[in-house]
Every structure is written in structure tokens, then in C-alpha cells.
């Protein structure tokens, strides 16, 4: 399987398998775009999947998955490079940037980053995304619980 199939096969189980934990993608349409992002403990990837992709697996590590997508009729868009931002905030208003790096597979494109997260922690995430070569830009905003017990 190719790892770009991997990586996708593995997010779409998370999904699948957690739905009442909160670990349900969101997307939203901007113009000719679309930004897909979720979050999720890093404890749930699978140690292949993490090593590949160099992510720490651990209960106390969260993860932000972005992709941004070009609308084509009749298919499921093309991924497109795009400058990420992330922010996140705690119930306490204490804010943090998320740093994301660029990873390629095939014809994927995906701004994954890491994070330390605390048990029964809530994080209010902002995520800004420009296509590349547009002037056009989305903010999504979206909150995650994590547990780390």
C-alpha cells in the first residue's frame, strides 16, 4: 500500500472508529477551495504510521491534520500548497502557535503539527490557510477535548 493510502486509510479509521470522542473531521468551503482539519491524540496512530511520518506517539501529544483542496467537478478536489498558520488556545486563554510542516506523498499534500496536551485539556484551534498563488484565505476555527487517562 502506498503511504499516502496508509496515512489516509489510517485517519479515516480513527474517524470511524472514535466518532463519539470528538475526532470528527471538519472541513469549510472558501471560493474554489475546501480546508479539511481535525485533531487527535497522537497515542492513536499506529507505530508504523508515526514513524513514517515523524510523529511522537504519546497520551500527552495531540495532533493537527490540514489539508486544503481545490474544488474539480466531479472528483474530490486536488490537493494544492497552501501557508498554514495555527494557533490554539486553552480554557485559560493561554495561546500557543502550532508550528506545521509540508508533507508530501504522491499527489497528497497534508500540514501536519504537534503538540503537548494535558488530560481533560480543551484547545480552541484557529487555522488560517492561503492557496498558494492567491490572495483568497479561510479561517476555521474548532475546539478539541483530549484525554490523556
Keep these: 500500500m502506498r503511504p499516502v493510502n496508509s496515512l ?22 472558501f471560493g474554489q477551495y475546501v480546508i479539511h482539519y481535525n485533531a487527535l491524540a497522537t497515542d492513536v496512530l ?43 488556545q486553552n480554557l485559560a486563554g493561554q495561546t500557543r502557535r502550532i508550528h506545521t510542516r509540508e508533507i508530501r506523498d504522491g499527489n497528497a499534500i497534508y500540514y501536519i503539527g504537534e503538540f503537548s ?19 483568497e484565505s479561510v479561517e476555521a476555527r474548532f475546539s478539541q477535548d483530549f484525554y490523556t487517562h
Excluded: C, D, W
Aim: positive net charge.
Design 46 to 88: 499506529s507505530p508504523e504510521i508515526a514513524r513514517q511520518y515523524r510523529i511522537t506517539r504519546s497520551r500527552n501529544r495531540g495532533m493537527i491534520n490540514i489539508t486544503v483542496l481545490k474544488k474539480i467537478l466531479g472528483s474530490p478536489g486536488q490537493p494544492v500548497h497552501a501557508r498554514v498558520k495555527v494557533a490554539a
Design 8 to 29: 489516509i486509510s489510517m485517519l479515516a479509521g480513527i474517524l470511524l472508529l472514535y466518532p463519539l470522542a470528538g475526532l470528527a473531521e471538519n472541513s469549510k468551503e
Design 117 to 135: 496536551v494535558a488530560n481533560e485539556e480543551t484547545l480552541k484551534f484557529t487555522v488560517q490557510a492561503r492557496p498558494q498563488g492567491t490572495q
